[in-house]
């Protein structure tokens, strides 16, 4: 319950992204939980989106 209630912590503009992904059917998810539920420990917002920006870079390529 504590790690959902701290995705509250994070930016409006990543809460938004993540709540409108498509789903994923098949391969990785654009950006691990791992990785997301560390994000509401970084208190300013522009310091998230920084973060946040990274991780998508980072995001596999899908194999075709």
Same mark, same amino acid.
Do not use: K, Y
């Given at each position: !319950?504590?790690?959902?209630?701290? &995705? &509250?912590? %994070?930016?409006?503009?990543?809460? #938004?992204?993540? %709540?409108?992904?498509? #789903? ?8 691990? #939980?791992?990785? &997301? ?5 970084? !208190?300013?917002?522009?310091? /998230?989106?920084?973060?946040?920006? /990274? &991780?998508? #870079? ?7």
């Amino acid at each position: !319950m504590t790690q959902v209630m701290n &995705l &509250l912590n %994070l930016a409006p503009e990543i809460q #938004e992204e993540v %709540l409108f992904w498509p #789903e994923v059917e098949a391969g990785p998810e654009p950006v691990s #939980e791992r990785a &997301l539920r560390r994000l509401p420990g970084v !208190m300013s917002w522009d310091d /998230q989106l920084e973060i946040w920006n /990274q &991780l998508r #870079e980072r995001r596999p390529s899908s194999a075709v």
